[in-house]
């Protein structure tokens, strides 16, 4: 059995969710060191909030970001592989059903 093509719409849908959540991931990072930097600033106590206001802002704004990014790619990366599949093949795969279940055949 091949995969010839996939769903390019459907493969970036899922590459910004998932995108947008390993962006989720980095948001308490952000966070904490937007407060480290407000807290600190040593001589310059203006520069210390700018920069933790700014890094406040990367972290709200890093989970939309990375989504959108992972999205773009991934509509890329999928128009990509129908293009290549259709010249070299697709991916040969294996699948055998789950034991005690049938076989049922997809729309793929």
């Not at 948001?27 to 600190?40: E, K, Q, T, Y």
């Not at 406040?56 to 992972?70: D, F, R, T």
């Amino acid at each position: 059995m091949q995969l010839r093509s996939v769903g390019v719409l459907s493969v970036a849908k899922i590459m910004g969710a998932i995108y947008g959540l390993m962006g989720l991931l980095f948001l308490p990072i952000f966070l904490i060191i937007g407060a480290a930097g407000m807290l600190s600033g040593g001589d310059n106590k203006m520069a210390g909030a700018a920069a933790g206001v700014g890094m406040i802002v990367m972290a709200v704004l890093m989970p939309i970001i990375y989504g959108a990014m992972g999205f773009v790619c991934g509509a890329i990366g999928a128009f990509l592989y129908n293009f290549l599949a259709g010249r070299l093949g697709g991916i040969e795969m294996n699948l055998q059903p789950h034991a005690g279940q049938p076989a049922r055949a997809t729309g793929v």
